[in-house]
């Protein structure tokens, strides 16, 4: 990952890296990696920041990934639900193209 995202995820609350006490120089042991890769994926995923750090935040707190799956599953049903409207969208224009004829009488170029 990129220095500016991971001081971002940082700034945000994402991550927590452990500073080196001379230098000031940020240190991802183990579990923050493990935080940092789950980070990229939820926002892979489109998650917004604020929802990435809950999810993070639920994980480092009971160490358990429900929370995660609950998330994965909510995006699931949102991405569900707008593909939806987006084929019924995309139907209806044919519909309409179809019954009005709008294209008919336009040639490929």
Do not use: F, K, N
């Not at 940020?26 to 929802?51: F, I, K, S, T």
């Not at 994980?59 to 987006?86: F, I, K, N």
Request: proline share 7%; net charge positive.
């Amino acid at each position: 990952m990129a220095t500016p995202v991971l001081r971002l995820w940082e700034d945000r609350g994402l991550l927590r890296p452990e500073r080196e006490a001379p230098t000031g120089y940020r240190r991802y042991p183990g579990p923050e990696v493990r935080m940092a890769h789950l980070a990229a994926l939820l926002r892979r995923r489109l998650h917004r920041l604020d929802a990435v750090r809950a999810v993070l935040d639920e994980l480092r707190a009971t160490g358990d990934p429900e929370r995660v799956r609950e998330a994965l599953a909510e995006h699931e049903q949102d991405l569900r639900r707008r593909s939806l409207r987006r084929l019924r969208a995309s139907a209806a224009l044919y519909a309409y193209l179809d019954r009005t004829g709008i294209g008919a009488a336009v040639s490929p170029p």
